[in-house]
């Protein structure tokens, strides 16, 4: 680490996508449904996901780097089940943030394009939050 990088904690609800939407799997094919279930049932751990990189741009953060595990973070955000993650802070550099910054809402939301089973993404998840919950609620006597 160097050049003005810092490794920070954040909650990833303080963070902003720089794309408007992301494709529903990682890039080696991996579905983020898949990661998610993982990350839910405790097979792998948040901290083994490389960390994603983020930039300050205009008072807000922006990940530049990771956006598709930024939104599976904010899922386990929402479910209590990460408060913060690491982040690697890059100073700014117009030259990445642009060719990245593709959102029209300030990097509020972001879509999913693609997916499996027909199901939206976001439901997908929620119905793994639910089963994960239901399985966590029964208890074998």
């Known amino acids: 680490m160097g050049n003005g990088e810092s490794v920070a904690y954040m909650r ?13 799997n990682f890039r080696d094919g991996t579905p983020l449904e898949s990661t998610f279930h993982q990350l839910v049932y ?8 490389p960390m994603i990189e983020v930039m300050q741009y205009n008072g807000y953060w922006f990940v530049v ?35 990245q910054f593709t959102t029209n809402n300030m990097g509020t939301s972001v879509k999913i394009r693609g997916g499996i089973y027909g199901t939206p993404l976001e ?6 939050w639910t089963e994960y919950q239901n399985s966590e609620s029964c208890t074998i006597s």
């Not at 990833?12 to 529903?24: G, K, L």
């Not at 405790?42 to 996901?49: E, N, R």
């Open 12 to 24: 990833p609800s303080e963070i902003r996508y720089t794309h408007d939407s992301i494709q529903a």
């Open 123 to 128: 439901l997908r998840l929620n119905e793994i």
């Open 65 to 99: 780097r990771g956006n598709r595990r930024l939104f599976l973070l904010k899922k386990l955000e929402e479910y209590d089940q990460v408060s913060t993650v690491q982040v690697l802070r890059k100073p700014f550099d117009p030259d990445v943030f642009e060719r």
């Open 42 to 49: 405790k097979k792998i751990q948040v901290d083994t996901l």
